[in-house]
C-alpha cells in the first residue's frame, strides 16, 4: 500500500513539474510577508513573486487565497478565505505556499511539532486526519493544464476516478485503525 501511496505522490510531483513546464511556471514556490496582512486586505506584499503565475492562488497558514494579478512583491486583488478556508489577519514573515509547495507541506506533516508542542501524544492520531483532509484531495485533484484540454480531459477523469477511489481506501483503513485503537481502550 505504501508503496502505491509513494507512487502517486511521485507521479503528482513529476505532473506537477510538467504542468509548470507547459505553462510556464511551476508551484513548487514560497515566499514570506514583509507587511501585515488584515483579514480583509485585498493586497499581499510578500519578498518577491518571481516565478509565480500571474493568477492562480496561495496559502498563508490555513488559508486559500485567489489572487488575480502581481507585481514584483505583491499578489494583487486578492479573495480571501476561498474553499472554505476562513479569512483571517496573518503578521510579517508568515510563509505563503503556492498549491504544490502546500500540498507537500501538508503531505509530509508540516505542523506536527507544533500540535507536538500543544498536545502530546494527540499528534500522532491528528496527521493521518490533517493528511486525508489536506492532503489526499490535493493530490488526487490531477489539477493540471494539459489534461484540461482536448482528449487528455478523459485521462484526467480516469486518474481522478483512480485517486478518489484509492483516497476512500486509505480513509477506510484509517477509519478501521482508528476504531481497533478505540476498541482496545473500551476493553481496558
Known amino acids: ?7 502517486l505522490i511521485i507521479l503528482h510531483l513529476l505532473l506537477s513539474f510538467i504542468d509548470g513546464v507547459i505553462v510556464g511556471s511551476s508551484d513548487i ?4 510577508l514583509t507587511a501585515n496582512m488584515s483579514s480583509v486586505s485585498t493586497t499581499a506584499t510578500v519578498e518577491s513573486t518571481s516565478g509565480w503565475r500571474v493568477a492562480d492562488y ?3 497558514g490555513d488559508e486559500k487565497v485567489n489572487y488575480n494579478g502581481k507585481t514584483n512583491t505583491e499578489f ?5 478565505g476561498v474553499d472554505g478556508t476562513k479569512s483571517v489577519a496573518h503578521s510579517v514573515d508568515s510563509m505563503v505556499y503556492a498549491r ?10 508540516y505542523n506536527v511539532a507544533e500540535l507536538g508542542a500543544s498536545a502530546g501524544a494527540i499528534n500522532m492520531m491528528t496527521l493521518p486526519i490533517s493528511f486525508a483532509l489536506t492532503a489526499l484531495p ?5 489539477n493540471y493544464s494539459f489534461l484540461k484540454e482536448g482528449n487528455a480531459q478523459y485521462i484526467r477523469m480516469i486518474l481522478i476516478a483512480f485517486s478518489a477511489g484509492f483516497a476512500i481506501y486509505i480513509m477506510m483503513q484509517i477509519a478501521g485503525a482508528l476504531a481497533g485503537v478505540a476498541q482496545g481502550f473500551l476493553r481496558r
Open 76 to 80: 494583487l486583488n486578492l479573495v480571501r
Open 138 to 142: 490535493q493530490l488526487i485533484s490531477w
Open 100 to 109: 504544490m509547495s502546500n500540498a507537500i507541506r501538508t503531505s509530509v506533516g
Open 29 to 32: 514556490y514560497a515566499t514570506k
Open 1 to 7: 500500500m505504501w508503496r502505491i501511496i509513494t507512487g
Open 58 to 60: 496561495f496559502y498563508v
